[in-house]
């Protein structure tokens, strides 16, 4: 009876130590792409990005879709990791109770016809935490997220230069939070909130709404049949020439709710935040800032407050060009699409080691055409279709990637037979 009670206990530990058991995969590291690893990860697993930028040029598959998932997408920093939609694709979408979380990285030149240029989040609680969003933009609303149900999170963000004219964070319904968060320089209101949507905005700054032509609104309600109104609890406002809080159309009575909670709350404080340099991306406080201590508790506001704030070395520029002396590792591959063979043009600026490999769509390493020391300077290699066993690989899409210490870039090559 004591050997199968035992057994019994063992097998039950086995089983229960599978069940939370999670794995880390690396991009570049394991997997050629985000795209790849996704494909490959299952709830728990956690996903960690390089340094680098990776677009749907590089060999990724814009948008993300996460949906019903529980993943962690973590980068390297939002001055280090960038996703970058070119001005051609939203970067991310969170469907269907998705509660994955997105960490230290920033999500630039995403563009959307319907709302929600980098950020889409449909019925879904994602956390989005240490972003940076910029350069993005929605033909109809929501240049750098929209949100149609759900309750996602905004932690330690910082949005800056998204947009045309529409709301920056488009809220049509939900419950989203957004704290220690700084938005400034965007082309529309800050936050446009439709209908029973329900959103709360706490210890955030709000600077200079409306830049690109848009309303220089903080908050903007459109009021619906629902009587959900946005929750402002220690905030700071700077340059809402139109409008801290706006309603659309007759609706003292919401107004005055919003007013009469915000108050209550400190969540209407306005100022001059004082930032380091806005000009030069550089969103840090100064001395003397309003926001800097906001509260007798030392709480600061905004992307650099709080226990774990944004993470940003160097700012990432819009166009997601890094300036990193190993930018620009590998040159264009020649001919491509290609059959039998390409020749791969990579540039090393400094003398070291360099890795130099052949992945499938799944990630895998097929093929390795360099490891080992390379001298600075100009070099190249043949790929003539096989993998590292000599035979044929299929015809179809694979990823030629470099790596010099920290920096990894990654070019899509096409056999064709």
């Known amino acids: 009876m004591f050997r199968i009670v035992a057994s019994s206990i063992a097998l039950l530990a086995g089983l229960t130590a599978t069940s939370?058991?999670?794995?880390?995969?690396?991009?570049?590291?394991?997997?050629?792409?985000?795209?790849?690893?996704?494909?490959?990860?299952?709830?728990?697993?956690?996903?960690?990005?390089?340094?680098?930028?990776?677009?749907?040029?590089?060999?990724?598959?814009?948008?993300?879709r996460l949906d019903a998932r529980r993943v962690e997408i973590t980068g390297a920093g939002a001055g280090r990791t960038v996703l970058h939609g070119e001005g051609s694709a939203?970067?991310?979408?969170?469907?269907?109770?998705?509660?994955?979380?997105?960490?230290?990285?920033?999500?630039?030149?995403?563009?959307?016809?319907?709302?929600?240029?980098?950020?889409?989040?449909?019925?879904?609680?994602?956390?989005?935490?240490?972003?940076?969003?910029t350069g993005n933009e929605s033909a109809t609303g929501g240049d750098a997220?929209?949100?149609?149900?759900?309750?996602?999170?905004?932690?330690?963000?910082?949005?800056?230069?998204?947009?045309?004219?529409?709301?920056?964070?488009?809220?049509?319904?939900?419950?989203p939070v957004i704290e220690q968060t700084t938005l400034h320089g965007n082309a529309g209101a800050a936050f446009e909130v439709h209908g029973d949507a329900s959103p709360v905005l706490r210890t955030s700054i709000v600077s200079h709404p409306?830049?690109?032509?848009?309303?220089?609104?903080?908050?903007?309600?459109?009021p619906g049949r629902g009587l959900g109104v946005p929750l402002l609890e220690r905030n700071l406002f700077e340059a809402c020439f139109e409008g801290t809080v706006r309603i659309q159309g007759n609706a003292d009575g919401i107004l005055s709710a919003i007013l009469g909670d915000a108050r209550r709350l400190d969540g209407l404080r306005e100022g001059d935040p004082l930032f380091e340099s806005p000009a030069d991306q550089d969103f840090r406080?100064?001395?003397?800032?309003?926001?800097?201590?906001?509260?007798?508790?030392?709480?600061?506001?905004?992307?650099?407050?709080?226990?774990?704030?944004?993470?940003?070395?160097?700012?990432?520029?819009?166009?997601?060009?890094?300036?990193?002396?190993?930018?620009?590792?590998?040159?264009?591959?020649?001919?491509?699409p290609f059959t039998p063979a390409t020749t791969i043009h990579l540039t090393v600026p400094r003398a070291g080691a360099?890795?130099?490999?052949?992945?499938?769509?799944?990630?895998?390493?097929?093929?390795?055409?360099?490891?080992?020391?390379?001298?600075?300077?100009?070099?190249?290699?043949?790929?003539d279709g096989r993998d590292d066993l000599g035979a044929e690989a299929p015809p179809g899409i694979y990823f030629v990637r470099i790596t010099q210490g920290e920096v990894t870039e990654s070019r899509r090559l096409v056999l064709v037979r």
């Open 354 to 383: 360099v890795d130099l490999g052949v992945y499938n769509v799944l990630g895998r390493r097929i093929r390795t055409l360099h490891a080992g020391d390379l001298a600075a300077g100009e070099h190249s290699r043949v790929w």
């Open 145 to 175: 997220m929209v949100v149609d149900g759900g309750s996602p999170r905004l932690g330690n963000c910082l949005l800056d230069g998204n947009g045309r004219s529409g709301p920056t964070v488009l809220v049509r319904s939900g419950n």
């Open 285 to 336: 406080l100064r001395e003397g800032s309003p926001a800097l201590p906001f509260s007798a508790e030392g709480e600061q506001l905004g992307a650099f407050g709080g226990p774990r704030p944004i993470g940003m070395e160097r700012s990432a520029p819009a166009n997601g060009e890094e300036d990193d002396p190993t930018a620009g590792l590998l040159g264009p591959s020649v001919p491509n």
């Open 90 to 133: 939203r970067l991310l979408i969170f469907r269907n109770g998705d509660a994955s979380v997105v960490s230290d990285l920033t999500l630039a030149g995403g563009f959307a016809e319907d709302a929600g240029g980098a950020v889409r989040v449909t019925d879904a609680r994602p956390e989005l935490l240490r972003v940076r969003f």
């Open 20 to 64: 939370v058991r999670a794995d880390v995969l690396r991009v570049p590291g394991e997997f050629a792409s985000i795209t790849a690893a996704l494909l490959r990860a299952e709830d728990g697993d956690r996903i960690e990005v390089s340094p680098g930028t990776y677009s749907n040029a590089t060999g990724e598959d814009l948008p993300l």
């Open 210 to 222: 409306g830049i690109g032509g848009g309303p220089a609104v903080g908050v903007r309600v459109v």
